[in-house]
């Protein structure tokens, strides 16, 4: 693992939707992995994750099925009924993640054509940024696209200040910038939003939310174009490289891919990104790319600190996770190399949850099975005890576990 994170640090500060989900800077170190580092020397400072942008095919229905499966919160809304002709868009909460769920209303929205193309899936991963005009700056003095160029939006709520940038495939990081003028926006999410709630009501014992932050989002892109997103990243928007897994590290018997995850300064936001590698079979990338008609955004990584509860109460709600087979558990080398973590390995295998260890401490995740039609988009719920890796020591068994997933597709 290489990490290029400048020794020069500066205090830690909560986002405003951090503060708003009630969570405290050690919660989010233990949460995300963060860590210290000096904003006055980056060329792009990214305060954090903003809104996870969808397209789908159901915006109605995808709403309720977060609220009801997800324990999400309906916060925010925009239709027909508010101005906007073309689509609805509802927003949903959990902890400090914001969700905007887009559908098309007319037959001639844009988005009809987006959603034909990919299926439901990531259009916009937006970042919260202090000063949108510096970010636009830097973008396109490194060659970057620029898509929107900085502009105010304002409401009876206040202001905020928007831009974008193009990434790989049709994914887009808007900027939004919170704070303008001295005062920070109010409204439930930006200008043409109005806050909404809604009639569903939790089951008795529900918990108030199954997962507090969001931890990486992994993006797929075409053989041969790794290097150069990752290049952009480190060049346009001043990540740094975390880590990389090529080789033996990240293949089966089957099929193969190569991955590099780039995070900004304090490692708030991390993109690991894969591309497929020469292999035997088609791998995980290749179905991926197949089947969204591009590259996009792979996997979403929810960050809770009680996963086995998460991982029980999403089971209740019919979300269905990838199998581990139970001689993952009882290899003797893997509980050697694991030893002691909070839960007895039993409880980890009876939840199909894997576990890994690297020098700074150890995780625990598990993965679901594509949440649309297409074999496509998934999330991956992951605890943190100090690693701040991606769960290296897991590949083998959870790219087996998709490949069984492939076969079963007719994709392998």
């Avoid at 920070?184 to 009639?199: D, M, N």
């Avoid at 939310?209 to 480190?234: C, K």
């Avoid at 099975?369 to 991606?390: A, M, N, Q, Y």
């Amino acid at each position: 693992m290489t990490d290029t994170t400048t020794t020069s640090a500066s205090p830690l500060d909560l986002t405003d939707a951090e503060r708003e989900a009630d969570l405290d800077l050690e919660q989010l170190k233990q949460l995300v992995g963060l860590v210290e580092y000096d904003e006055s020397t980056d060329p792009f400072p990214v305060t954090g994750w903003d809104a996870i942008v969808f397209v789908v095919g159901n915006a109605t229905q995808t709403a309720h099925y977060y609220q009801s499966a997800w324990g999400m919160e309906l916060v925010g809304y925009t239709g027909p009924e508010n101005g906007t002709r073309d689509h609805k868009a509802f927003v949903l909460k959990s902890g400090s993640i914001r969700f905007v769920v887009k559908g098309a209303v007319t037959p001639d929205s844009p988005l009809i054509a987006h959603h034909a193309a990919h299926g439901d899936g990531v259009v916009d991963i937006s970042l919260e940024v202090p000063d949108v005009d510096k970010c636009v700056e830097q973008a396109r003095r490194a060659g970057a696209t620029v898509l929107q160029e900085p502009e105010d939006l304002t409401d009876e709520h206040g202001t905020v200040r928007v831009a974008a940038i193009a990434t790989y495939g049709e994914t887009r990081h808007s900027l939004v910038q919170r704070v303008v003028d001295g005062r920070t926006y109010e409204g439930p999410y930006l200008p043409g939003y109005v806050a909404a709630s809604s009639s569903f009501v939790k089951r008795d014992g529900a918990p108030k939310r199954l997962f507090q932050a969001l931890d990486h989002i992994v993006g797929n892109v075409e053989l041969g174009r790794m290097d150069e997103w990752v290049a952009f990243y480190n060049k346009v928007m001043g990540f740094v490289n975390m880590a990389e897994f090529i080789g033996d590290d990240i293949a089966t018997d089957y099929s193969a891919l190569m991955s590099k995850v780039v995070a900004n300064g304090n490692h708030r936001v991390k993109f690991p990104l894969n591309e497929p590698a020469v292999a035997k079979k088609k791998s995980q990338i290749d179905e991926y790319l197949e089947f969204y008609s591009g590259p996009g955004a792979q996997h979403l990584a929810l960050a809770t600190n009680d996963i086995l509860r998460t991982v029980d109460e999403l089971r209740k709600e019919g979300v269905e996770f990838l199998d581990t087979p139970d001689a993952y558990y009882d290899d003797p080398e893997m509980r050697a190399r694991i030893g002691e973590v909070r839960v007895p390995i039993e409880e980890l295998k009876s939840r199909k949850i894997l576990v890994d260890r690297d020098e700074d401490g150890y995780l625990l995740q598990i993965f679901t099975k594509p949440l649309g039609d297409r074999p496509t988009v998934f999330f991956e719920i992951i605890e943190r005890h100090g690693s701040l890796g991606f769960g290296k020591g897991n590949f083998k068994a959870l790219f087996e576990s998709i490949e069984r997933e492939q076969d079963k597709r007719g994709n392998l």
